[in-house]
């Protein structure tokens, strides 16, 4: 484990790495798997003492400094409209989202159809939120009215024109929908994300329940925030006022995990496991010989965990090498070498130690066993809906086994209003014979959220 705390992040964060692995492969062994766990202390939030610069909000949180950038993206197509009380809603918790804003936030509202419109402050750039600007901006939130299709790739280029030309380091943009993207093409909302991924980062929202969740989560995983379902309109304040303040909190952005392997050894896959899973793999950009960036978005008060799988080439017993150094690094503001954040090291030994070699680490094992959980919740809840319903028992009892033996409450109990469970122990089970809408697209949206290691 390194640690380091550098002076061109913030000057109350610090950040840790550590690794967890059992290190002992057989005579033929080839691939190690590790745990890497980050730790980020004192982002956006000083420790809990307000940063250097910052001035509170009328809620009393803490302005990141320099500050952040938020654009806040609300559906108002047709279906807004039924119920009426579906755009009520949303025009109340954008309106509470913009209460929580700290002096100096730079921000801006559109409303998205099939074309995106800024509504405030409506020049082409960005407000900075101050008493006035954050009452106007309630105010123009009078004008958001229902009509027309449904367009999302229009709006995320529009964020990002908007984000462009911010002063912050944290750009960030928080986006709800209740339908379908049936205005533009899968190949159009794909062009979008391409073009947007690694610019701003993105929490997508869909309230009701009649948006595609397969959407809404491609979305927030391409632009690295948070998916969630708000069946109910009315909570639609209590999650915008919620994601708005952690956007706040984020104080380093732009961080990369980046892997160095040495001649011969290659990286198998790189995975978030925690506190959600997330495949990064393919996510991979040069940095050099040897090494890759992984994208990991931006970071305040928190601690992620990261599943490493390297492929080395047989050394032999007896003989021990370095399989990957894990860094997170972030880019240098005048372009120049990036700064290293925190560094672990991954370890391969050879041994004819059975016990030793066969042994499999708990960390390694527990999110091996969540990743399945999440697949087995998304083939199970697929085959459900083709009309297998063998599969689906098959599958969603899988899941209701794994959710039980690692302790994963939370996901035992959205299994439970799609599954009776008879024995969870066992994956034991029977498919309700109906189920809510709302249940099925929270327990599809929520699949990927993991537990940490029991200690």
């Known amino acids: 484990m390194a640690n380091f705390t550098k002076s061109q992040v913030p000057r109350f964060s610090a950040f840790s790495v550590d690794v967890y692995q059992n290190e002992f492969l057989p005579e033929d062994g080839r691939e190690v798997s590790a745990i890497v766990t980050v730790t980020s202390t004192g982002g956006g939030t000083g420790g809990g003492a307000p940063l250097a610069g910052a001035t509170a909000s009328p809620t009393g949180i803490p302005a990141p400094a320099p500050g952040a950038a938020v654009v806040i993206m609300v559906d108002c197509s047709g279906s807004m409209d039924y119920p009426p009380t579906k755009l009520r809603n949303a025009r109340e918790a954008t309106a509470a989202a913009i209460d929580t804003l700290p002096d100096g936030v730079e921000f801006a509202v559109v409303a998205g159809t099939h074309e995106a419109k800024e509504v405030y402050p409506g020049d082409g750039g960005l407000a900075v939120a101050d008493a006035r600007t954050r009452t106007a901006a309630v105010r123009s939130l009078r004008r958001l009215a229902a009509g027309g299709g449904t367009a999302i790739g229009t709006w995320l280029r529009l964020t990002d024109e908007l984000l462009a030309d911010a002063a912050s380091r944290i750009r960030h943009g928080i986006l709800l929908t209740d339908?379908?993207?049936?205005?533009?093409?899968?190949?159009?909302?794909?062009?979008?994300?391409?073009?947007?991924?690694?610019?701003?980062?993105?929490d997508a929202r869909g309230v009701g329940t009649d948006w595609e969740v397969q959407e809404v989560t491609t979305i927030a995983s391409a632009l690295l925030g948070t998916a969630d379902i708000v069946a109910d309109p009315a909570h639609l304040?209590?999650?915008?006022?919620?994601?708005?303040?952690?956007?706040?909190?984020?104080?380093?952005?732009?961080?990369?995990?980046?892997?160095?392997?040495?001649?011969?050894?290659?990286?198998?896959?790189?995975?978030?496991?925690?506190?959600?899973?997330?495949?990064?793999?393919?996510?991979?950009?040069?940095?050099?010989?040897?090494?890759?960036?992984?994208?990991?978005?931006?970071?305040?008060d928190e601690s992620r965990d990261y599943h490493v799988c390297v492929r080395v080439p047989d050394a032999g017993v007896g003989h021990e090498m370095l399989a990957a150094r894990a860094s997170l690094i972030v880019p240098a503001p005048d372009g120049g070498a990036p700064e290293v954040l925190g560094?672990?090291?991954?370890?391969?030994?050879?041994?004819?130690?059975?016990?030793?070699?066969?042994?499999?680490?708990?960390?390694?094992?527990?999110?091996?066993?969540?990743?399945?959980?999440?697949?087995?919740?998304?083939?199970?809840?697929?085959?459900?809906?083709?009309?297998?319903?063998?599969?689906?028992?098959?599958?969603?009892?899988r899941a209701v086994?794994?959710?039980?033996?690692?302790?994963?409450?939370?996901?035992?109990?959205?299994?439970?209003?799609?599954?009776?469970?008879?024995?969870?122990?066992?994956?034991?089970?029977?498919?309700?014979?109906?189920?809510?809408?709302?249940?099925?697209?929270?327990?599809?949206?929520?699949?990927?959220?993991t537990v940490r290691v029991k200690k």
């Not at 672990?344 to 070699?357: E, F, K, M, N, P």
């Not at 009776?420 to 994956?427: Q, R």
């Open 237 to 300: 304040a209590a999650d915008f006022t919620a994601m708005m303040t952690e956007a706040l909190g984020k104080e380093v952005a732009d961080v990369a995990l980046r892997l160095w392997t040495p001649v011969g050894a290659e990286v198998v896959f790189v995975k978030q496991v925690a506190p959600a899973v997330e495949d990064l793999t393919d996510r991979r950009t040069g940095a050099g010989p040897r090494a890759g960036d992984y994208p990991t978005g931006s970071w305040g």
């Open 343 to 397: 560094q672990g090291l991954v370890r391969a030994v050879w041994t004819d130690d059975l016990a030793a070699s066969t042994a499999i680490n708990a960390q390694v094992a527990h999110y091996t066993g969540q990743a399945e959980l999440a697949a087995a919740i998304r083939s199970g809840l697929d085959a459900r809906k083709s009309g297998d319903f063998d599969g689906a028992t098959a599958k969603l009892g």
């Open 179 to 202: 339908g379908r993207n049936e205005h533009e093409s899968p190949e159009d909302l794909r062009a979008a994300l391409e073009a947007v991924a690694g610019r701003f980062t993105c």
């Open 401 to 449: 086994q794994l959710a039980a033996a690692s302790g994963n409450a939370d996901t035992a109990k959205l299994l439970s209003k799609v599954v009776d469970v008879v024995d969870a122990a066992t994956g034991t089970v029977r498919l309700k014979a109906k189920v809510a809408d709302a249940d099925e697209m929270t327990l599809e949206t929520r699949s990927t959220k």
